[in-house]
């Protein structure tokens, strides 16, 4: 696939972004431009538009080659540049073309295409949040979450005279040598409680400013501010609560027979903390390649059979030097799919180590990709950013439907069933989760003020909620209390993280439709990926022929699917 960076209209080709000076004429003329007649204001939201893709890829491929090599001061610099002295700089004049924007008679010409209407609905949003005494506070949120990232690239252990990141660390909690198990948890324990403090102490700062931001746009907590942020139209926190109680009346209990059929075939009453990954079937860990390029290949041959042009999508981004994909020391933990709106082609960045988990993260970023390439062509930068749960619509979808073809990683029929139920018993597991790491958000910011002790108290009861009371911690205690400090999404993009269980249900909904019929689902998906962000987020899954459900009665009929899709396997 030939991928050609669309014409700049507006931007000069040459700009280099190294300052505020050089990017504010810019801003000057679209704020001083007259805009006489609907032409002109089309014209207006074009260039607007080709700005916002050229500065949010600026900004992007700094935050990209932060993380792939987090203990390099010059792209550390050149992110902390960007948010400290730039964005700053911008957040008012952004305030003040969203006004320009609304204050425009032409608007109504626009509003009866649903893409404007939703676009606009974004933009009053934001308008109704800005605040000229936040953005100096905005600032120091994106430079101080950062830090997440260094605390945790810098986390590493030594077995047997090598370095281990903790994603390759963990592959030995997959080891059916117990000693093995037990020395290697107890190693990577002692590493993080190392950074316990600092974590707890970057935390609490970031929870602090995050409150005052909220206070200064007139809510009561950063709760409510953010379910605005994030433009949430299609749901209430009510709603949230409802899907953490579903989940512990429904999942939890799925979770908890799963784990005591493991249980009986490891002998133990209980697991104990490095048990939770192992085979208790005596099995060695799926590995599924050896290498990042095998495993490479292998996705775009699946993708492939799936549709032609999702392989070409990965292929060309592989061409153009947009993935990184293997873990090594020093590279931020995580993976995720970085949009990149003005090339249009997006940049896949993980921490492979050669595991099942491995090839689903791969495959759930190939998702978030193709997303990119089928929404590239929409007219407004706009249009193209996503809401999460569309966005993880995409991602969790591609990973059921390539399951049909994961045979090409797996010639054994035995460590293929394995994969798959490892797969569905998986999204189970994740759920509780997921609900969890929610119910913990909107906790901690109805109580700013909490201590770290409160805090620990709170994660203790959420753990007890929502976990299955089969591990025994006795002696580690500490590390399920501080076990929240793993997440990313905390610290860096706080309450973008119920979307996963809400993308999740989207997801089973599109693999129920391809066992009914495979080419039919893979159309409907497609097409509702087309659509970017132009409709609303019912009548995009809709398109998808999916609820935009997360309702007691809807989870527990896709938790009595994947029952029957269990039994199968």
């Not at 203790?460 to 076990?483: I, Q, V």
């Not at 995009?540 to 029952?563: G, R």
Request: hydrophobic share 40%; aromatic share 12%.
């Amino acid at each position: 696939m030939k991928i050609d960076r669309n014409q700049r209209l507006f931007v000069a080709n040459e700009l280099e972004i190294n300052s505020w000076e050089a990017i504010k004429p810019y801003f000057d003329n679209l704020l001083n431009r007259s805009i006489d007649n609907k032409e002109d204001f089309e014209k207006w939201l074009f260039d607007r538009s080709e700005l916002d893709a050229v500065l949010e890829e600026d900004m992007a491929w700094r935050y990209i080659q932060m993380s792939i090599d987090t203990k390099n001061e010059e792209f550390s610099n050149a992110y902390t540049l960007f948010v400290s002295k730039i964005q700053p700089e911008l957040a008012p004049l952004d305030d003040q073309l969203n006004r320009k924007l609304m204050q425009s008679p032409f608007v109504k010409d626009f509003m009866a295409d649903d893409a404007y209407r939703i676009y606009f609905r974004s933009v009053k949003t934001q308008l109704n949040l800005f605040r000229e005494e936040n953005v100096s506070i905005e600032a120091f949120l994106n430079e101080k979450s950062q830090e997440f990232g260094s605390i945790s690239g810098a986390q590493t252990i030594e077995h047997e005279g090598v370095l281990l990141t903790m994603q390759k660390a963990a592959q030995f909690l997959k080891e059916q040598d117990e000693s093995l198990r037990k020395s290697i948890f107890e190693k990577i324990s002692n590493r993080r409680r190392l950074d316990v403090d600092a974590l707890n102490e970057l935390y609490s700062e970031l929870i602090k400013k995050r409150h005052e931001l909220a206070v200064n746009a007139g809510f009561e907590n950063f709760r409510d501010y953010k379910f605005q942020a994030l433009g949430r139209f299609d749901y209430t926190k009510e709603d949230c609560f409802n899907f953490h109680e579903a989940i512990k009346s429904l999942i939890v209990p799925l979770v908890k027979d799963i784990q005591k059929k493991k249980l009986d075939k490891l002998g133990k009453d209980k697991f104990k903390p490095w048990d939770a990954e192992v085979d208790p079937e005596g099995k060695a860990p799926l590995k599924p390649f050896q290498t990042g390029k095998e495993m490479l290949d292998g996705t775009i041959s699946i993708l492939g059979k799936i549709d032609s042009y999702f392989a070409d999508c990965i292929q060309t981004m592989e061409e153009m030097g947009h993935l990184d994909l293997e873990s090594k020391t020093g590279k931020a933990p995580g993976g995720y799919n970085y949009p990149l709106y003005e090339i249009g082609v997006p940049f896949i960045f993980m921490n492979a180590v050669g595991a099942q988990r491995d090839l689903v993260t791969m495959v759930h970023e190939a998702g978030h990709a193709v997303h990119s390439f089928l929404s590239r062509d929409l007219k407004l930068t706009g249009f193209k950013n996503l809401p999460s749960e569309v966005d993880e619509l995409a991602s969790m979808s591609m990973e059921m439907l390539t399951m049909k073809y994961w045979d090409l990683f797996y010639s054994n029929q035995d460590d293929l069933n394995r994969a798959k139920r490892e797969q569905l018993e998986g999204i189970l597991k994740i759920l509780p989760w997921i609900a969890q790491i929610d119910a913990f958000q909107h906790w901690v910011y109805e109580n700013v003020n909490h201590t770290i002790e409160e805090r620990y108290a709170y994660w203790r009861k959420l753990s007890a909620d929502y976990g299955t009371g089969l591990t025994d911690w006795s002696g580690y205690e500490d590390m399920l209390e501080t076990s929240w400090q793993r997440q990313m999404h905390l610290f860096e993009v706080p309450f973008y993280y119920i979307e996963y269980g809400i993308a999740q249900l989207g997801a089973l909904g599109v693999w129920k439709n391809s066992i009914e019929d495979y080419g039919f689902a893979v159309e409907n998906y497609k097409e509702a990926l087309k659509i970017g962000y132009t409709k609303s987020i019912p009548e995009i899954y809709e398109t998808a022929n999916v609820k935009f459900d997360f309702s007691k009665s809807y989870l527990k009929s896709l938790a009595d699917f994947i029952k029957e899709e269990l039994n199968k396997i």
